[in-house]
T-cell receptor, first 112, second 109 residues
Framework: DGGITQSPKYLFRKEGQNVTLSCEQNLNHDAMYWYRQDPGQGLRLIYYSQIVNDFQKGDIAEGYSVSREKKESFPLTVTSAQKNPTAFYLC???????????FGPGTRLTVT | QKEVEQNSGPLSVPEGAIASLNCTYSDRVSQSFFWYRQYSGKSPELIMSIYSNGDKEDGRFTAQLNKASQYVSLLIRDSQPSDSATYLCAVNQGYIPTFGRGTSLIVHP
C-alpha cells in the first residue's frame, strides 16, 4: 500500500530536550511538508522540501530543523529553542506544484 | 498575504439534508482548490479537488468553483452522521497551499 507513515503516534518529552519526528512516504512524491496544528487552529507550515537535499522555511520555522537526504524521508527535529512545542504535527507529500497533498496520521507531541 | 476564509461553524444539519460549506480566497492567481475532511484527532484526508470554473461531482460531494468571485464551495448531499467533521479548504498557486481554518459540520440524526 502506498502512503505516508509517521512515528511515533504519541511522544512525550521533558522541556529542554530535542526530539525527532519521523516521516516516510512511498508515493514517489518529490515534495514533502511539515505542519503544526494547535487545538482550534488551522495548519501552519513549518518546513517544506521540493526536492532531495533542498528545503525551505515555512511560516513558523523557528525552533525546528529538517533534513531531506532521501526522497522518501523528511524528519523533523523539534529543538529546545521551540517555546511551545506541544502540538499535533502533520507530515504531507505531493507530486508537484498545484497538486493535492496527502497527509500522514500525525504525531502528537507533549512537552512538560 | 494570501488568505483563505471559512466560517468556523459549527454548521448543524439534519441527517439526509444538503450541507453547504463555503470558502473565499484572496489570491486571484490561485489555480488549484481542494477540500479536505478532518475527523477529530485525525489527519486531513482529501475528498475533492477542482481546477476550473464550474461544478465537479463525486458521489455525494460536489465542489463548485467561481474564480471571478474567488469562491469555492462544497455541497454534501444526503448528509450522514459520519460526515460530521471539520472541512478544510485549501487553495494553491504553486507548491505551497494556503489552508483555511476549517468549518465544523455536525450532522444530527
Amino acid at each position: 500500500d502506498g502512503g505516508i507513515t509517521q512515528s511515533p503516534k504519541y511522544l512525550f518529552r521533558k522541556e529542554g530536550q530535542n526530539v525527532t519526528l519521523s516521516c516516510e512516504q512511498n508515493l514517489n512524491h518529490d515534495a514533502m511538508y511539515w505542519y503544526r496544528q494547535d487545538p482550534g487552529q488551522g495548519l501552519r507550515l513549518i518546513y517544506y522540501s521540493q526536492i532531495v537535499n533542498d528545503f525551505q522555511k515555512g511560516d513558523i520555522a523557528e525552533g525546528y530543523s529538517v533534513s531531506r537526504e532521501k526522497k522518501e524521508s523528511f524528519p523533523l527535529t523539534v529543538t529546545s529553542a521551540q517555546k511551545n512545542p506541544t502540538a499535533f504535527y502533520l507530515c504531507a507529500s505531493s507530486s508537484g506544484s498545484l497538486s493535492e497533498q496527502y497527509f500522514g496520521p500525525g504525531t502528537r507531541l507533549t512537552v512538560t | 498575504q494570501k488568505e483563505v476564509e471559512q466560517n468556523s461553524g459549527p454548521l448543524s444539519v439534519p441527517e439526509g439534508a444538503i450541507a453547504s460549506l463555503n470558502c473565499t480566497y484572496s489570491d486571484r492567481v490561485s489555480q488549484s482548490f481542494f477540500w479536505y475532511r478532518q475527523y477529530s484527532g485525525k489527519s486531513p484526508e482529501l475528498i475533492m479537488s477542482i481546477y476550473s470554473n464550474g461544478d465537479k461531482e463525486d458521489g455525494r460531494f460536489t465542489a463548485q468553483l467561481n474564480k471571478a468571485s474567488q469562491y469555492v464551495s462544497l455541497l454534501i448531499r444526503d448528509s450522514q452522521p459520519s460526515d460530521s467533521a471539520t472541512y478544510l479548504c485549501a487553495v494553491n498557486q504553486g507548491y505551497i497551499p494556503t489552508f483555511g481554518r476549517g468549518t465544523s459540520l455536525i450532522v444530527h440524526p
